[in-house]
Structure formats: structure tokens, C-alpha cells
């Protein structure tokens, strides 16, 4: 598991360049436009201020520029507002410039602008040296900077190829389901042998599994979102109405093959009975084994073939323990695990909404006047 772990670490190393390469570049063109912009058309010789907003609010995804292009604009406007009293109204100079920045300052630790609150007391502060100073048209100036760099911002993240994050959300589910069908048929083979689960499948299995499931978890999430406001054809042709239910397939089979694990780890007999009925242990390792083939190809489509004859031999099986030392209670309780993924992985998949056209809908009856 470490082995795989450490291997997929460059492939991943250059995932994060590539994104991080094209954040940079769509960043850059929105700074170099917005410079340019205020240059001819406001006479700014350095406006720092908006290519300075450019560079702050361009995100991965689309969201995230939006959300950040709007807590930076609020950001500006309540320092405004709580600088322009300040400045004009209030004397001495040396009193309005404390109120202004006790104000300023208390907004900004608020939190609800999160990081962009920094720019509460930033432009609090410009606008009172603006203002006492006698420079409106420098501060309109340097407002309007700021307003293009927004503006900027935004057209590059949503224009210049934005980020499309299906294909690590694709890889995070496969390697979920990859690492629960491996310690399904783990779980088979310390069942067999007679041994603990941890003596098996190692340790840690349990956090390395939480640790896919919540990075499979971050991941989907992560394309959805890159998926909203995104004018790329191929955000457009993507799909979505699955995955998520794959996600909660797969989390659904891994609390129950943990609880079983567990199970195992406390009462490694419970699978294992002696005389006649180590058949049932044979059976239970051949149904892990199945589940764990069903669980592999939990892809959004239709259940596995073999489902069905899975949950009657379990059926079956259960039906079976009539005699002591099987009927115990850890043997139902594996039974009833086994059982609760096998339903997981039954459960038929959402149907995607049937769009007919304008032309082919029925016509509604509209009463004559």
C-alpha cells in the first residue's frame, strides 16, 4: 500500500503543476490586460491596485474566482464606507483616523469575508489619506482600478480554458474501489486462514481506507464545482448524475466491510467454527470474495451479473445455520454486514432526466373565451 502510495506521487506532483501552471497563466493575462486597460484608458501610469486585484481573485474554478471577486469587492466598498466619515466628518484628524481604523479592523476580523477581510483596513486606510489629503480624483481613480481588475479577473477564469477537474474525480473512484475490493477479498483470506484481519490486510487498514474515501469525497466535490458556470464544451457534455451515488455506494460498502473487520479483529472464530461447519467459513470467503467483484465494478451503470445469485447463496447460507456454533450471534452479525453491502450494491442507479423537445411536447388544451 505504501509502495503504490509513493509511486502515484509524481503522476499526482504533475497534475498539481499543470494546475497550478494554468491558474498562473490565466492570473498573468488578467493582470497584464488590466494594466494595459488603466494605463489607456484612466492615464494611470502604474496601476498597481487593479492588477493587484486580478492577481488575488483568480481561482481553480470559475466558483471559487466568483466567490473570491465578490468578498474582495466587499471587502473595498466597507472600506470605503467606513473610511469616507471618518475623513470627512470627524475631528481631529488623529481621532478619525483611529475610528476609522478600530472600525475597519473589527470588520475584518468578523470572518465573513474570510482572507479577503484584509482588505477592509488596506483600503479604509487609502481612502482616509485620499481623502484628507485632498485627492478625490485619485481615489475614483484607484476605486475604478479595482472594479476592472475584478472584471478582468473574472472574464479570464471563465473564458481562458477553465478547469475541468473530471479526470481526478474519475481516478479518486477507481482507487476507492480498487482498495475496498483488495481488502474485501483481504478480509476472504484472513477468513481462510484463520487469522486476524490486521494480520492481513496490516494495521492500518482502516485509516488507509477513511483516507481514500476522503479523498474520492474531495475530489467529486471538487468536480462539481469546476463543472458550475463553465462555458467548456466539455463541462457541457459531462454527465454528473451518477457519481455521486457511486460515492455513496462505495461508503456505504466500506462501512460495512469495516464493521466486519473490526468484527473479525475481536472474534477471529466467529467465521471459523470447527467440525462440520467449517463449510461455513469456505462459503462466507467465496461470498467476500464475490462482493468484492461487485464492489470493483460499482462503475454507475447496471449491477454486477453475479448479485443476484450472491444474495440467494447468502440467503441460503444464513438459512443454513440451524445447529451450534454457527447460529451464534458474531456469525449473524457477519451475515447481516455481508447482506447490507450486497443491498448497497443492488440498489438500481438514478435515471437521467429525459429532455424531449420544445416541438414534441404534448399540446395543453386552452379553453375557448
Given at each position: 500500500?505504501?509502495?503504490?502510495?509513493?509511486?502515484?506521487?509524481?503522476?499526482?506532483?504533475?497534475?498539481?503543476?499543470?494546475?497550478?501552471?494554468?491558474?498562473?497563466?490565466?492570473?498573468?493575462?488578467?493582470?497584464?490586460?488590466?494594466?494595459?486597460?488603466?494605463?489607456?484608458?484612466?492615464?494611470?501610469?502604474?496601476?498597481?491596485?487593479?492588477?493587484?486585484?486580478?492577481?488575488?481573485?483568480?481561482?481553480?474554478?470559475?466558483?471559487?474566482?466568483?466567490?473570491?471577486?465578490?468578498?474582495?469587492?466587499?471587502?473595498?466598498?466597507?472600506?470605503?464606507?467606513?473610511?469616507?466619515?471618518?475623513?470627512?466628518?470627524?475631528?481631529?484628524?488623529?481621532?478619525?483616523?483611529?475610528?476609522?481604523?478600530?472600525?475597519?479592523?473589527?470588520?475584518?476580523?468578523?470572518?465573513?469575508?474570510?482572507?479577503?477581510?484584509?482588505?477592509?483596513?488596506?483600503?479604509?486606510?487609502?481612502?482616509?489619506?485620499?481623502?484628507?489629503?485632498?485627492?478625490?480624483?485619485?481615489?475614483?481613480?484607484?476605486?475604478?482600478?479595482?472594479?476592472?481588475?475584478?472584471?478582468?479577473?473574472?472574464?479570464?477564469?471563465?473564458?481562458?480554458?477553465?478547469?475541468?477537474?473530471?479526470?481526478?474525480?474519475?481516478?479518486?473512484?477507481?482507487?476507492?474501489?480498487?482498495?475496498?475490493?483488495?481488502?474485501?477479498?483481504?478480509?476472504?483470506?484472513?477468513?481462510?486462514?484463520?487469522e486476524r484481519p490486521r494480520d492481513v490486510l496490516g494495521p492500518s487498514w482502516e485509516q488507509d481506507l477513511d483516507t481514500a474515501l476522503e479523498r474520492a469525497r474531495t475530489a467529486v466535490d471538487e468536480a462539481h464545482e469546476s463543472m458550475r458556470w463553465n462555458v467548456r464544451p466539455v463541462a457541457r457534455r459531462r454527465r454528473w448524475h451518477l457519481d455521486r451515488r457511486i460515492l455513496c455506494t462505495l461508503a456505504d460498502v466500506a462501512r460495512e466491510l469495516a464493521a466486519t473487520g473490526r468484527l473479525l479483529d475481536a472474534r477471529p472464530g466467529a467465521a471459523r467454527a470447527p467440525g462440520p461447519e467449517a463449510a461455513f467459513a469456505r462459503s462466507y470467503a467465496r461470498l467476500l470474495r464475490t462482493t468484492a467483484l461487485c464492489a470493483y465494478s460499482c462503475r454507475g451503470g447496471r449491477p454486477h451479473p453475479a448479485l443476484p445469485a450472491t444474495r440467494r447463496a447468502l440467503t441460503r447460507l444464513g438459512s443454513a445455520r440451524c445447529d451450534p456454533p454457527a447460529a451464534d450471534a458474531e456469525t449473524g452479525r457477519l451475515l447481516r454486514h455481508l447482506e447490507s453491502a450486497l443491498s448497497c450494491l443492488s440498489a438500481p442507479p438514478p435515471a437521467p432526466p429525459v429532455r424531449t423537445h420544445r416541438a414534441l411536447r404534448p399540446l395543453r388544451h386552452t379553453p375557448r373565451r
Amino acid at each position: 500500500m505504501r509502495g503504490a502510495r509513493w509511486s502515484a506521487l509524481p503522476a499526482r506532483m504533475r497534475r498539481l503543476g499543470r494546475t497550478d501552471g494554468a491558474e498562473a497563466a490565466r492570473a498573468t493575462v488578467a493582470a497584464g490586460l488590466t494594466w494595459q486597460t488603466c494605463t489607456a484608458l484612466l492615464h494611470t501610469p502604474d496601476p498597481y491596485a487593479g492588477a493587484v486585484a486580478a492577481l488575488l481573485i483568480v481561482e481553480t474554478t470559475v466558483v471559487r474566482t466568483a466567490s473570491a471577486a465578490l468578498r474582495y469587492g466587499a471587502g473595498c466598498l466597507l472600506g470605503v464606507l467606513v473610511a469616507v466619515p471618518g475623513a470627512l466628518y470627524a475631528r481631529p484628524g488623529m481621532a478619525g483616523l483611529a475610528l476609522v481604523v478600530f472600525a475597519s479592523v473589527l470588520l475584518a476580523r468578523r470572518g465573513f469575508l474570510g482572507h479577503h477581510g484584509i482588505h477592509v483596513p488596506t483600503t479604509a486606510l487609502i481612502t482616509f489619506a485620499l481623502l484628507r489629503g485632498h485627492h478625490r480624483g485619485e481615489l475614483v481613480s484607484h476605486l475604478a482600478e479595482i472594479v476592472l481588475g475584478i472584471g478582468f479577473g473574472l472574464a479570464c477564469s471563465a473564458l481562458l480554458f477553465p478547469a475541468v477537474r473530471v479526470r481526478s474525480a474519475e481516478r479518486a473512484l477507481e482507487e476507492l474501489r480498487a482498495l475496498v475490493a483488495r481488502y474485501l477479498d483481504g478480509l476472504a483470506d484472513a477468513v481462510v486462514r484463520r487469522e486476524r484481519p490486521r494480520d492481513v490486510l496490516g494495521p492500518s487498514w482502516e485509516q488507509d481506507l477513511d483516507t481514500a474515501l476522503e479523498r474520492a469525497r474531495t475530489a467529486v466535490d471538487e468536480a462539481h464545482e469546476s463543472m458550475r458556470w463553465n462555458v467548456r464544451p466539455v463541462a457541457r457534455r459531462r454527465r454528473w448524475h451518477l457519481d455521486r451515488r457511486i460515492l455513496c455506494t462505495l461508503a456505504d460498502v466500506a462501512r460495512e466491510l469495516a464493521a466486519t473487520g473490526r468484527l473479525l479483529d475481536a472474534r477471529p472464530g466467529a467465521a471459523r467454527a470447527p467440525g462440520p461447519e467449517a463449510a461455513f467459513a469456505r462459503s462466507y470467503a467465496r461470498l467476500l470474495r464475490t462482493t468484492a467483484l461487485c464492489a470493483y465494478s460499482c462503475r454507475g451503470g447496471r449491477p454486477h451479473p453475479a448479485l443476484p445469485a450472491t444474495r440467494r447463496a447468502l440467503t441460503r447460507l444464513g438459512s443454513a445455520r440451524c445447529d451450534p456454533p454457527a447460529a451464534d450471534a458474531e456469525t449473524g452479525r457477519l451475515l447481516r454486514h455481508l447482506e447490507s453491502a450486497l443491498s448497497c450494491l443492488s440498489a438500481p442507479p438514478p435515471a437521467p432526466p429525459v429532455r424531449t423537445h420544445r416541438a414534441l411536447r404534448p399540446l395543453r388544451h386552452t379553453p375557448r373565451r
